[in-house]
């Protein structure tokens, strides 16, 4: 790159030094467009500076000695330090990034991979603004007026695409992917987006010919019911999305639709007095980072630059990452309520196990109660005879039934301590005293 015009990105040139180094100069000739370039040498500028202050001799060739696992822990060290001082989630987050896209273009064989603990979380709102959550959109589906607003809710909270793109949207754009998936149910779909359709993401990247937009089961099922009752018959290069006179959407009419839905929805939930259509897109970011998804393909999915740029730029980025990484995202009614089930499913099972162990327990008391008896504790400790019943001598019997007739024996009862307690005609009892 002329690094006259690299100089001209940087007002103040407070990073024009980083230009300097070979591997700064090597990266950034894949950029073109000038925001980009200023972000990623911003970004490396943030993290030689905090590094500094520790290692004052530190520079972006030390990090490339390293390996992943230990450049992994610095860059994440200085994104804490970030966080701490000056509480921006958003510049700790692309430092993260093009940190990791500086050391992987370098080290194609060992790049950065974060773990779980890694993520940075998403970003505050403020307080005046309200991002609807995952059981919000549904209820927002179900106080729209037609079907094709509740597909144009979904496809929004799925893709995360803005009014402008829903309203370019074209029967051949969509066409091919319902009808297969009316065939085989595979899931998810993918929607293209072209310069066409969202021309934004494309002005500085004419290297790019379409970036992928996933699509999962509830917003499938519903795009596939509106597009066989209302377009299946359209032609190709017809609007997807139409009004009841058959014109476009504009941007501008779908955001009014979508804004009488959340007012409607606000009736039932009051914190959606403080939502309006493009929150909706808050929302699919939040989903993501719930579930976890990876910094670089969330942003892809977001069709932010970084993701974009890194999508065509790298060949360690895989798409069956990403659909495996979306679909645990989950973007399906009923998800919050299958997770409770599964909590109840399990402290039933629990509850299963107690039970069982109980009626052990008990089985085991008696078992005991039943050895206490047979070998017969005294309260003071003292035990009686243990021996085996052949060889332990018979004790006297507290009760004696005998004959009245019998007078011998009658007398010896009374010689041993017995006396009469009862008597009829026939038996007298004897009991000792």
Not at 30 to 47: A, D, S, V
Request: hydrophobic share 30%; with cysteine; aromatic share 10%.
């Amino acid at each position: 790159m002329n690094k006259t015009k690299f100089l001209s990105v940087f007002p103040t040139k407070s990073w024009s030094h980083l230009i300097e180094i070979p591997q700064v100069a090597a990266m950034i000739e894949e950029y073109t467009n000038k925001n980009t370039i200023f972000n990623i040498m911003r970004c490396l500028g943030y993290f030689l500076e905090e590094v500094h202050k520790s290692e004052p001799q530190f520079e972006l060739s030390d990090l490339l000695k390293l390996s992943s696992k230990d450049a992994r822990r610095k860059i994440y060290n200085v994104c804490q330090s970030i966080l701490e001082y000056d509480k921006s989630r958003r510049t700790a987050q692309q430092v993260k990034m093009w940190l990791k896209v500086f050391y992987d273009y370098h080290n194609e064989q060992n790049p950065i991979i974060w773990k779980r603990h890694h993520v940075i979380s998403s970003i505050p709102m403020r307080s005046d603004r309200y991002v609807p959550t995952h059981t919000d959109i549904f209820l927002i589906c179900d106080h729209c007026m037609n079907l094709r607003d509740k597909a144009m809710v979904l496809l929004y909270y799925n893709t995360g695409l803005t009014n402008e793109c829903l309203g370019n949207i074209r029967l051949r754009h969509i066409r091919g992917i319902l009808e297969q998936y009316k065939e085989d149910k595979k899931l998810p779909l993918i929607l293209k987006i072209t310069s066409e359709t969202y021309p934004k993401r494309f002005r500085s990247n004419n290297t790019s010919l379409w970036i992928s937009s996933l699509i999962d089961r509830d917003c499938a099922d519903l795009l596939l019911k509106y597009y066989e009752k209302h377009r299946k018959n359209a032609e190709d290069e017809e609007y997807f999305f139409i009004s009841k006179t058959g014109t476009i959407m504009t941007t501008q009419r779908i955001s009014v639709q979508i804004k009488n839905a959340i007012k409607k929805a606000s009736e039932v939930n009051p914190k959606l007095k403080k939502s309006y259509p493009n929150l909706l897109r808050h929302s699919f970011y939040n989903r993501l980072v719930g579930g976890e998804m990876e910094d670089l393909y969330r942003e892809y999915l977001m069709m932010h630059s970084t993701g974009i740029r890194e999508h065509y730029f790298s060949s360690t980025y895989h798409k069956e990452r990403i659909i495996q990484q979306y679909l645990k995202c989950s973007f399906n009614r009923g998800v919050e309520l299958e997770k409770v089930e599964r909590q109840i499913k399990a402290l039933q099972q629990k509850e299963k196990k107690v039970n069982h162990l109980e009626t052990e327990v008990t089985k085991l008391r008696k078992i005991v109660e039943g050895y206490e008896r047979m070998f017969k504790f005294e309260l003071d400790g003292v035990k009686t005879d243990l021996r085996p019943k052949n060889l332990k001598t018979e004790e006297e019997p507290k009760v004696i039934k005998i004959e009245k007739s019998d007078l011998d024996k009658y007398i010896e009862l009374r010689g041993r301590g017995y006396i009469k307690t009862m008597e009829n005609h026939e038996y007298i009892v004897m009991e000792k005293t």
